[in-house]
């Protein structure tokens, strides 16, 4: 079963993450725009070729899962780590408000319905983990989510928290590697996100009425965030909180923590059938000649 790899920006899966030992921003000593999109582009090349491997290989799938305050650059980063890979091998879903059929059902149905089969890539654009982070901040929607009396109670959360690990340790122990990313924006840089979004035409569609009154619960989704985190990092389902007030630099560790978690997974190429390629020559010699 797949284990987390070792970055700086791996959460601690024993439950003791706390978001205070996270930056937003890169480290004063890391690399410069310039060679953070060398490597950035070194890494699409080699997420490539492992893609490859995964499709062929068949036996792995691959979950990313990307959650962020408005303005952190979910949409650009999943656009520019992952520009280079084959579409038939990926698929990405971008999760909003439930559905009438989808309230209908547990929090975690809309999604199971959409993970990838073996051999693909699946990219949550949000996720199940809305119902413990937009929900928490706004405990009100759980009056519309047709709850028993039962899942009403105190416990919500730590139950809700429980069927997640639940559900990503049976993911994980069937072959799917789950890759969680916080993409761990300021207020600060949000701020100028916005306002830049306000001030370019082009980027005015961006902008939301209601991005502002989260804005105003900051600190109750930093709240949310943490003890989501704490609560769900694991072995084999890890969040990465990654520094998101350069997006540069955040694309260039997303990439780079995809390459290396592909890499430890020994991916090869199927071997062909025996008999098969002891016909090899005699099919070229058949070709050459047509």
Excluded at 54 to 64: C, K, R
Aim: with cysteine.
């Amino acid at each position: 079963m797949f284990e987390a790899i070792k970055t700086p920006y791996l959460a601690e899966t024993n439950g003791s993450f706390s978001a205070a030992q996270f930056s937003t921003n890169p480290p004063k000593d890391g690399p410069d725009k310039k060679q953070r999109e060398s490597e950035l582009q070194t890494s699409i090349e080699e997420l490539k070729e492992l893609q490859r491997r995964l499709y062929a290989s068949n036996s792995y799938s691959v979950l990313l899962i990307f959650q962020a305050m408005d303005a952190a650059g979910k949409d650009s980063t999943i656009r520019a780590v992952m520009t280079g890979i084959n579409p038939a091998g990926c698929q990405v879903y971008s999760f909003k408000k439930p559905s009438e059929e989808e309230i209908d059902h547990d929090f975690l149905w809309r999604t199971a319905k959409c993970l990838p089969e073996r051999g693909r890539i699946g990219i949550f654009n949000r996720s199940y983990y809305e119902e413990v982070l937009v929900v928490k901040v706004h405990p009100e929607i759980l009056g519309s989510q047709r709850l028993p009396f039962d899942a009403k109670g105190s416990n919500i959360w730590l139950q809700r928290y429980e069927s997640i690990c639940d559900h990503e340790l049976h993911l994980a122990r069937n072959g799917t590697v789950i890759l969680k990313f916080w993409l761990n924006v300021s207020k600060e840089e949000q701020k100028q996100r916005f306002l830049k979004r306000l001030r370019e035409p082009e980027k005015n569609w961006k902008f939301a009425a209601a991005d502002m009154h989260e804005r105003k619960l900051w600190d109750r989704y930093m709240l949310a965030y943490e003890e989501a985190v704490r609560a769900t990092s694991k072995p084999w389902a890890p969040w990465y909180v990654i520094p998101a007030d350069s997006k540069s630099y955040m694309r260039m560790q997303v990439a780079d923590t995809i390459v290396h978690s592909l890499k430890s997974l020994g991916l090869e190429y199927p071997e062909v059938d025996q008999k098969l390629a002891a016909k090899f020559s005699d099919i070229e010699r058949v070709l050459e000649s047509e």
